[in-house]
């Protein structure tokens, strides 16, 4: 469970940005049926997520105290590995980068 978590308790040092996709179909849960393991393939229940880790996963990244952002894109494109080739992820990666490098160099910048 979440609490059980401790990484979410302190303040690890650095700003979070979470980017995911949503709305493919992703393994939630496996089971074995006794005596199954390990040299069986398991039952799979699917549900929500990025077609590799499921929502209830990648939604725990609002737990970080430095979250500074949280985008969930959705549609073509929206796998665990494809979200890397979206435009619009490209360009809103290239703006994070660009607004740190501004503060870096201390000029006053937005956040998103």
């Avoid at 040092?13 to 069986?40: A, K, L």
């Avoid at 929502?55 to 494809?82: N, P």
Wanted: glycine residues 10%; hydrophobic residues 30%.
């Amino acid at each position: 469970t979440i609490k059980d978590v401790t990484m979410f308790e302190a303040d690890l040092g650095v700003d979070v940005y979470c980017i995911h996709g949503t709305n493919q179909t992703t393994p939630y849960q496996f089971s074995y049926g006794e005596g199954y393991f390990p040299d069986y393939q398991p039952q799979t229940v699917n549900g929500n997520g990025d077609g590799t880790v499921n929502s209830r996963s990648l939604e725990l990244c609002k737990q970080f105290k430095r979250l500074k952002g949280y985008k969930v894109v959705d549609g073509l494109w929206a796998t665990h590995l494809e979200i890397l080739q979206r435009d619009d992820i490209i360009q809103y990666v290239g703006d994070l980068l660009k607004r740190q490098n501004r503060r870096m160099r201390g000029e006053d910048v937005m956040d998103f």
